[in-house]
């Protein structure tokens, strides 16, 4: 540690400083305490506004998964948060387990435990989704086998009823605590009972390993629900094929494989999460896009927030909603730091503005009136304690000084017996110049300067600065004082007026030190309290925020309210793609009628690139935005609610998953036939094309007769297909529309026009226009009408005519080798 020290005259003490100054522990074992504090270059400011500083929130997730006879049971910990949930125990069906994937996705844990004993179904489909998260670069996740004595119900039951929670009724005794557990957990729920107490017990012995905190043990913040049971279900190869997410790798190779090491391309997650003005909101609208639900009243709820957002008139208290909503954080992450006595100034800040604004947010709804369900339980919600918090953290915490002095800081007039202190801590600096002008006096001549420290356990010394080079022990003995130690060009010594300091002010600073943090334990107990109503309000103003996001992006672009109902029904007057229309001025609009009368599977034949994929993408993404709560790009649109949407339109060979494009097309071939129900929508976008022509052809026939089959029950398809003769292939039936795109030639140039119609001839006319879009993509035109020739002969049965090109080659080739031989003496 660097010493300075200054000639006495001129100066009078000495600060010793120190990286630590934030350590608000007053038996902290610092050889040097601080006297004066260096100010930190990079602390917020007092309003929050300087975000630089705050430690990205990284947030790792262990996620127990435990599935017997059909019934999944899970529980995830947030191990930065001390966050507990459990999974509402829910049927998930093998072979592919939609739900854990559903759930997987939510969760994005970090480590999946399973139990080693189970080796079936459900942990192949474990180890898949795990390791095609990872080949998508979804982050890099352990998978963890515990022993099956791990997951034994006595065990899990011992240990979920010793868990403490802060929310548990104050001194309560163990039965009493039991009692309160029972009340948040249903053990009757046996899958989901085994898979808590695993990760109870699992984080109990690997706590140090996974905190990297040696002497820490896992503490609990809160234990809420999680419940899959409304969702509609939505698998990741969707998610990814319909854009919903778009992670790309990161650039940097060495990160790869850590979490949000993947940044997020163009996809409706990124246009949505943008709007939103805080980091728990972007957060929940990942959460919100995973979860598209099929509860109605929730989506009715949610499209009223949206609806009074987009209005104009509203436009003031959105704004100011949404200036407040920047200064609302995740509280759990902030009071671990808080209860682990590491929390820095800016944290408490952090708390403040949270607990100052959400109320503030709380009141700001109630000026809204009656708008909707849940605007009303946002202006209605208790927050009085809240408020009484927020005062007492802005009584007590003084925030300008604790930024100044990297600690937290108590205001004046609070406590009197610690002003005392602070103002014989401020008498202290005058003291200390003194005293060294005193010593320095009494020192023999040949000691020019001095200064006086103060030293934990050791209390105030002088230091001297080594007169001489190579001084002997003797040397270094001055009258009346006592030598204490070297340190580098200092020598301390105990003087008489260094043991007066002792006497007089002692450890004033040490003693501040403890009393404040004194009074910061007391007022983190008071939050402790209450944060179960904090963390429940902060997760009201995510969603607030997450809908107004929405609603921003919904009027930016003239979204319009779906209808929504029970019936078997998708409707869409000229719907957009949400993603396209952002990048392309001239985006034509298209309808869709798909319902018994006006038939559910549709079969879409036209020309490469006229524009099949985007109106099937767009159709799927108006249905899946409508089970979101957001409003969709069309002119009308009523949407019946659905379970299910399954898509076969990416298929990107998966070096993890072992299996080629082909295998992966029947993979999801497969899923979709046996999941989908009347109330499904599939999506299938040249099924077939990775095999033979006919091949294709009769396995593209068996699935849609095996749909179509199903009559009534058939779910809404969407197929699009160059196989232009499927029609006799097929059952017919009046549920089978044929659509295709339009198209006109000009001058031998194909020109698209993107407008779908019903297309009588069932197919038989369309044309797949290879030729001209590869023309238009630039291949070369010799290329072009080389392969028109081919096509040509091939629909005549005759031999492909000669290449000129080539014939010349060859034949300059044939008569460079006869004259070879003819020169040549053989
Ligand atoms: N409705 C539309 N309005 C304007 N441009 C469109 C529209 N639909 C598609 N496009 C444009 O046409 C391009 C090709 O569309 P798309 O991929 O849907 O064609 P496709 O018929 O599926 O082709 P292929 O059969 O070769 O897969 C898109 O990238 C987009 O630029």
Redesign the pocket.
């Known amino acids: 540690m660097e010493q300075s020290s200054k000639d006495v005259t001129s100066a009078s003490v000495t600060h010793h400083s120190t990286n630590n100054t934030n350590n608000l522990n007053p038996n902290s074992s610092d050889s040097h305490f601080v006297i004066a504090n260096c100010r930190r270059n990079n602390e917020p400011n007092i309003n929050g506004q300087q975000e630089t500083t705050e430690e990205t929130e990284i947030e790792e997730r262990v996620l127990v998964a435990y599935c017997r006879s059909g019934r999944l049971g899970a529980a995830y910990c947030t191990l930065q948060t001390g966050e507990l949930y459990v999974l509402e125990e829910i049927v998930d069906r093998p072979p592919e387990y939609q739900l854990f994937a559903s759930l997987y996705r939510q969760v994005e844990p970090v480590c999946v435990l399973l139990d080693g004993k189970n080796q079936g179904a459900f942990v192949q489909v474990v180890k898949r989704t795990v390791f095609d998260a990872d080949a998508n670069d979804e982050g890099r996740c352990k998978l963890v086998f515990l022993s099956s004595k791990e997951y034994s119900f006595e065990g899990c039951k011992r240990r979920i009823s010793s868990l403490s929670l802060p929310t548990e009724p104050a001194n309560a005794s163990d039965e009493e605590r039991s009692l309160y557990l029972r009340t948040i957990l249903d053990f009757s729920q046996t899958q989901s009972m085994h898979a808590l107490g695993a990760l109870l017990r699992y984080l109990d012995l690997n706590w140090a390993k996974l905190s990297m905190d040696l002497h820490g043990k896992p503490e609990f913040l809160s234990l809420r629900h999680i419940s899959l049971a409304d969702i509609m279900s939505v698998d990741g190869d969707t998610y990814r094929g319909l854009q919903v997410f778009a992670a790309q790798a990161h650039p940097a190779a060495f990160k790869r494989g850590a979490r949000g090491s993947s940044r997020e391309g163009l996809s409706l997650f990124q246009l949505y999460s943008r709007s939103t003005s805080s980091k728990i909101g972007h957060s929940r609208m990942r959460v919100l896009l995973q979860h598209p639900t099929t509860d109605l009243a929730t989506l009715q709820r949610r499209q009223d927030v949206v609806a009074y957002f987009m209005r104009p008139q509203n436009d003031a208290l959105c704004r100011n909603i949404c200036s407040s909503m920047r200064y609302v954080k995740n509280v759990h992450g902030i009071l671990a730091k808080i209860k682990a006595l590491s929390a820095k100034p800016y944290q408490w800040k952090s708390l403040y503005n949270t607990l100052y604004n959400a109320v503030l947010i709380c009141e700001m709804c109630e000026s809204a009136g009656k708008a909707g369900e849940f605007l009303e339980q946002l202006a209605s919600f208790d927050n009085t304690k809240l408020y009484e918090m927020a005062l007492y953290m802005n009584r007590i915490i003084d925030f300008d000084l604790s930024k100044t002095e990297g600690k937290f800081t108590v205001k004046p007039g609070v406590d009197p017996e610690l002003d005392m202190k602070k103002q014989t801590m401020a008498s202290l600096h005058g003291l200390m110049s003194d005293t060294a002008r005193v010593e320095l006096a009494r020192l023999p001549a040949y000691v020019r300067e001095c200064s006086m420290v103060y030293m934990p356990h050791l209390g105030y010394l002088l230091g001297v600065r080594l007169w001489a080079d190579n001084l002997s022990a003797e040397d270094k003995e001055l009258p009346d004082m006592k030598f204490m130690f070297q340190n580098n060009d200092y020598i301390h010594y105990k003087s008489k007026g260094c043991e007066e300091l002792d006497v007089v002010v002692g450890d004033t600073y040490p003693e501040i030190v403890a009393h404040e943090t004194r009074l910061m334990l007391r007022l983190t107990t008071l939050l402790l309290e209450h944060l179960h109503t904090l963390a429940e309000l902060v997760q009201l103003c995510a969603e607030l925020d997450c809908l107004i996001a929405i609603s921003k992006v919904c009027k930016e672009f003239n979204f319009v309210r779906p209808t929504l109902t029970t019936e078997k029904i998708i409707s869409i007057k000229q719907g ?2 949400p993603l ?1 229309m952002l990048t ?1 001025d ?5 309808d869709l009628e798909s319902s018994a009368q006006a038939g559910c599977v549709k079969i879409l034949t ?10 099937m993408k ?1 159709v799927g993404l108006i249905v899946y935005l409508a089970h979101v709560g957001s409003f969709v790009p069309a002119e009308a649109a009523t949407v019946g609610v659905l379970r299910h949407v399954h898509t076969r339109i990416q298929s990107t060979e998966c070096v993890a998953a072992h299996m080629s494009a082909f295998l992966i097309d029947l993979r999801q071939m497969a899923l979709a036939l046996q999941e989908s129900s009347s109330s499904s929508l599939l999506i299938v ?2 099924f077939g094309k990775g095999t033979s022509y006919s091949d294709g052809l009769a396995l593209l026939a068996a699935c849609l007769n095996t749909l179509l089959f199903r009559g009534e029950a058939c779910p809404h398809v969407l197929l ?1 297909t ?1 196989y232009l003769n499927i029609h006799e292939y097929i059952v017919h039936t009046p549920i089978v529309r044929f659509l295709s ?1 339009e198209y006109v030639v000009q001058e031998d140039e194909v020109v ?1 026009l ?1 407008r779908v119609r019903e297309d009588v001839a069932g197919g038989q006319q369309a044309a ?1 226009l290879a030729r001209a ?1 590869a023309a238009a993509a630039g291949l070369e035109d010799r290329v072009v009408a080389r392969a028109g020739g081919v096509m040509d002969a091939v629909v005549k049965n005759t031999l492909p005519p000669p290449d000129k090109r080539i014939t010349k080659k060859l034949n300059a080739r044939v008569e460079q080798i006869k004259n070879k031989l003819l020169t040549d003496d053989i």
Do not use: T
Request: net charge neutral.
């Open positions: 957009k793609h396209y392309c001239s985006f034509v609009p298209n036209g020309p490469n690139s006229s524009g099949k994929s985007v109106y767009q976008d040249e699009a160059h795109f698209f993107f797949s879009a």
